[in-house]
């Protein structure tokens, strides 16, 4: 099942009243990131609001797209000055309205001035063929980041920050039997293809602007992660950040539950073929991810069909 959003008349199937596509001007995203969850997003957050050449939302995640707006926070926003009073209270009224309205969405954008901004919301990894098609229609300028991880280690990520916060109920991390409850939810499989997120996001996305980073760089090697996203982004990469360094993770000393060698071994078997896909389709360090686990891309035969179906499904329960 497909969601089917309300968009209205102006902004919803990106043209004006003549059939064009909108042009926003100087209010409008100058980016996207589209997840993917615990794939680095709060760190690429934390450097751009950093970086001089950036005015990014006082909300780390709008999620407009994919709530309009309408979720729930663990954290307060900032506010620093009036430029963060205005886009909050922008936000609450975009967010009363019923429908997408991608005019004033792209308005809350007014406050960068001649500075880059851009909204930074994993959930849009989850966004349907549709609503990306609309998005990338009405913003056809709009460059997009996808940060990929070893769905083996983020999904372990994701559930131990589900706990965390009492999102789930705490389970028995070392029972394959209860791990394998927590796995098979929609919600978390639909995040954990990041091959078929980053297919379904370059159908409507000019090659020019997307690009795909990885969390292992930001694991081995932030300052050249933040130097080649800042270069994209149109930013000077060797302006120093003001209050956060291109090392500094806030969530790195988060603690996560304990991974058993037995568990890890059968996350490995249920995404052998994501993690042989990624390493084909993402390259870049996704080519090493399938030897962590004694899987050999030698002996991977690429079945079309199959990967027909695995993108066709991936879409299906989005």
């Known amino acids: 099942m497909r969601w089917g959003w309300p968009f209205n008349s102006r902004g919803g199937d990106g043209k004006h009243k003549n059939g064009n596509e ?49 979720v729930q926070r663990l954290a307060s926003p900032r506010c620093r000055d009036e430029r963060d009073v205005r886009f909050l209270e922008s936000m609450k009224s975009l967010a009363a309205k019923p429908y997408m309205d991608l005019e ?32 990338v229609r009405y913003f056809p300028n709009v460059k997009v980041i996808f940060l990929a991880r070893d769905p083996v280690e983020r999904v372990w990520s994701h559930l131990s920050m589900e706990v965390r916060y009492q999102q789930i109920e705490a389970f ?7 791990v394998n ?77 304990v991974l058993t060698e037995k568990v890890r071994s059968h996350l490995a078997r249920f995404f052998k073929k994501e993690l042989k896909t990624c390493a084909t389709r993402l390259g870049g360090p996704a080519r090493n991810w399938p030897a962590r686990y004694g899987f050999s891309l030698l002996l991977f035969v690429w079945d079309l069909l199959d990967d027909f179906d695995l993108l066709s499904w991936c879409d299906w329960i989005s």
């Open 22 to 70: 909108c042009h926003t001007g100087g209010a409008q995203p100058d980016f996207l990131c589209v997840g993917i969850h615990k794939g680095g997003t709060t760190w690429l957050y934390q450097q751009l609001d950093s970086h001089p050449d950036f005015w990014m939302p006082p909300l780390k995640e709008l999620h407009y797209f994919d709530q309009l707006g309408k």
């Open 104 to 135: 004033h969405y792209a308005q809350l954008f007014e406050s960068k001035g001649p500075l880059l901004s851009g909204d930074i919301s994993p959930n849009y990894s989850t966004l349907s063929g549709g609503v990306i098609r609309r998005v």
């Open 172 to 178: 028995d991390a070392t029972d394959v039997d209860q």
């Open 181 to 257: 409850r927590k796995l098979l939810r929609r919600g978390l499989l639909l995040r954990s293809y990041p091959s078929a997120i980053a297919a379904r996001w370059k159908r409507y996305v000019h090659p020019d602007r997307f690009r795909i980073y990885f969390f292992d760089d930001l694991q081995r090697k932030p300052s050249e992660l933040r130097h080649s996203i800042l270069d994209f982004l149109g930013a000077d990469p060797n302006k120093r950040g003001a209050r956060a360094t291109a090392d500094h993770n806030s969530w790195a000393t988060m603690d996560k539950l």
